[in-house]
């Protein structure tokens, strides 16, 4: 029977309970045997002989060697951090954090907590979503859960800048918040706002700045939503892409089909683009109020 040598590099207790497991599998179950298996695997020396084998975990414990066992085990605890595991492995991350844990023997929750916490510092979310739900926890196992459900929850935060891209549905139509290159006509004079299609595209793709909200608001910007209103706006307000597109494609046609394509392109121009308004209002909430925010998938 094979066994791994004990050489101060793995906990007394999980060395001793490795051992028994190995003896259990060929049937050794006598307490003496195993102990006698344990000490001829040894190879630190020992200055009280064991007669048990909780005798032999203290007197291995009591060695200087498990101090730096121990010294060692800290400075990696010290150094986790959980950014630097791939594909954010919470489920390995905390195994490796509760094994060195239990290698420097901290049992102190609120030690957990506080170590737990340095690990992930540079996500604000979850520093203080942990602190907040961890407050009143004192079971270990409880605190492990947490940080776990912390860091999944916090994989749903929408942040800043343009490489996180959301989509905005209105839950009662289907329909997404979209806008494009065309500016209103009155009131702000912006770049159009609407209820687009149910179907996504390259309009109702959004992203959050930081930039601080105009805090006089316009009363246009104040009324209630009603999203069976439509505007209008002329098509002289797009870019003139378009036209210089059509301009390229008649030069290469006979004279009659241009005069026809101008024709066409002149009634066009007066046909304005219909958009579904939306606005936002400070009333009671209702059903009509609820959007759904969906992350890009990347």
Known sequence: MDIIKYNATIHPDEWV???????????????KEILQLCKLNITINLKTEPKTLDDLIEILKAHPTFDIFKICSKEKLDKMKFEDYKNDDTAQFLADFRLLCENTEIINPREIKSRLLKTN???????????????????????????SEVVADSTKIIKYGPEFLISIKHIETGRYLSSRQINYETGSQRQVLFVDEKILDENAWWY?????????????????????????ISNNNNNNNNNNDNNDKNDKNDKNDRNDKNDNDNKN????????EVVGHQHEFSKNDMWLIEKKRT
């Not at 079971?139 to 940080?147: A, G, L, R």
């Open 17 to 31: 309970k490795y051992v028994w497991t190995k003896c259990l599998i060929h049937k050794i179950k006598e307490e």
């Open 121 to 147: 510092l540079s996500n604000k979310f979850f520093n203080n979503e942990f602190s907040r739900r961890t407050s009143d926890v004192t079971s270990i196992d409880e605190i492990y859960k947490i940080y």
């Open 208 to 232: 959050l700045t930081c930039e601080v909200p105009d805090p006089q608001k316009k009363d246009f910007q104040k009324e209630k939503v009603f999203h069976d209103v439509n505007f209008a």
């Open 269 to 276: 121009d007066i046909m304005p683009s219909i958009f579904q």
